[in-house]
């Protein structure tokens, strides 16, 4: 059976084998606070602010890396650095072990904190970038020894420092330990200052 549709009162055949082309998936995201529908490869171009009315959309640690630093410079430390149980927490019946192994597992990170060296427009930096997606960027002990280890790096290389934060505080699950990152990262920064690196 043919298919007709017209076009200026003229008709035009489908042939009948013909299959209607598929659309790809994930063209299109609407914003959240005003409902514009955007063209994803815009959208993305534009840094994931919408166009309309200036909405930021929340960016992963990986997609901040990629527009601080120049295309392959950025090389990543301390993946060592693995999340302990000090004080056997548990919280809702779930251990803290559990709930590190199903974020990281959701997540991609193994961290809520990303560390690292790279190149800002050539010049050689250290970063350390958290993302709000592991447990909302709460800082831990080993997100403050990725923090502070970064400031170091900097001091020995006499680099910039970048750090991009978005934390949720400091991290229940390790209690006093989480608490101690405040004064640890704060004396590293101190260090920084005193040798008249930028931060």
């Given at each position: 059976m043919r298919n007709l549709f017209r076009k200026n009162s003229k008709?035009?055949?489908?042939?009948?084998?013909?299959?209607?082309?598929?659309?790809?998936?994930?063209l299109w995201v609407r914003c959240h606070r005003c409902g514009e529908l955007l063209y994803v490869k815009e959208f993305e171009k534009n840094l994931k602010v919408c166009p309309k009315c200036d909405y930021h959309f929340r960016l992963s640690a990986m997609e901040r890396i990629e527009i601080l630093t120049d295309p392959?410079?950025?090389?990543?430390?301390?993946?060592d650095l693995l999340p302990g149980d000090p004080l056997d927490f548990v919280s809702l019946g779930q251990p803290y072990p559990e709930k590190i192994a199903e974020t990281q597992s959701r997540t991609g990170l193994v961290e809520a904190i990303i560390s690292g060296s790279g190149r800002?427009?050539?010049?050689?930096?250290?970063?350390a970038v958290a993302d709000f997606t592991f447990l909302g960027a709460s800082m831990g002990s080993v997100f403050g020894e990725k923090v502070v280890r970064t400031i170091e790096r900097g001091l020995a290389s006499h680099q910039p420092v970048v750090i991009s934060s978005c934390s949720g505080g400091a991290r229940m699950h390790e209690g006093i330990f989480s608490l101690m990152q405040m004064a640890k990262t704060s004396s590293a920064l101190a260090r920084l200052a005193k040798a008249s690196i930028p931060f």
């Open positions: 008709y035009f055949t489908i042939p009948a084998d013909s299959t209607p082309r598929e659309i790809p998936e994930n392959g410079s950025f090389v990543e430390k301390d993946t800002l427009e050539g010049i050689p930096i250290q970063l």
